[in-house]
C-alpha cells in the first residue's frame, strides 16, 4: 500500500484546499495509520501543524477527506515531515515481521499501528502491533535505511499488572 494515492487525495480534496489557503504556514508533521490485518478496518491520517493557532489538523482520508483540529500535545513544535516517504506500509509490516523472525519471535501481526515523524532530522516509523499471542510489539524503523532501530516486545499481562484496579484507585483516593 503506497502512501502517495493517500497523499493526492488529500491534496486534491476540498477540505484541503481551503485549510492551506486559511493556513499557508501549516506543514506535514505526521502520518498516522491504523492496520487491521484480521477486520480489514484501516484508519489512514496525515497531520498538519498550524503554528499560528498551536493546533494540529488532522486529516482522516478513508471514505472521505475530514478535518479535526487538535490541541497540540505538549509544548514541543513537531518537525516538519517530508511526505516523500521511502517505505510503504505493506513494507513496513515486512520489514518487522522479518526482524521478529531473526530474533524468534513466530506470532504474527494482527494489527499494526505506524507513525512517521521527523525525530531529529530524521523520518521514524514507530510501529506498535499486536501480536496473535496477544503480546505488544513496540519498535521504531528508520525510513530512509529501511533498518529497525529498536524492537521491544511486551506481554498483554505485564501491562495490565502495571494499570491501577478500581479498587486500587478507590483506595488511593481516599474513599
Known sequence: MKLSPYINKLENSKEYKEFI??????????????????????????DFYVPSAKKVAAFTLDSRVTLKMLNLMGKKIPEKLDTKIKIDLDALKGIVTDEMRNRGISEDIKKMIALIQTIDGKRIWNVNCVLSGMDILKSHVDDESKTVLRLERLSLLDIMQHVPTQQAAVKDSGK
Do not use: M, P, W
Not at 29 to 36: K, M, T, Y
Open 21 to 46: 489557503t486559511e493556513h499557508a504556514n501549516a506543514f506535514a508533521v505526521s502520518g498516522f495509520f491504523v492496520l487491521d490485518f484480521e477486520n480489514k478496518k484501516n484508519i489512514h491520517q496525515i
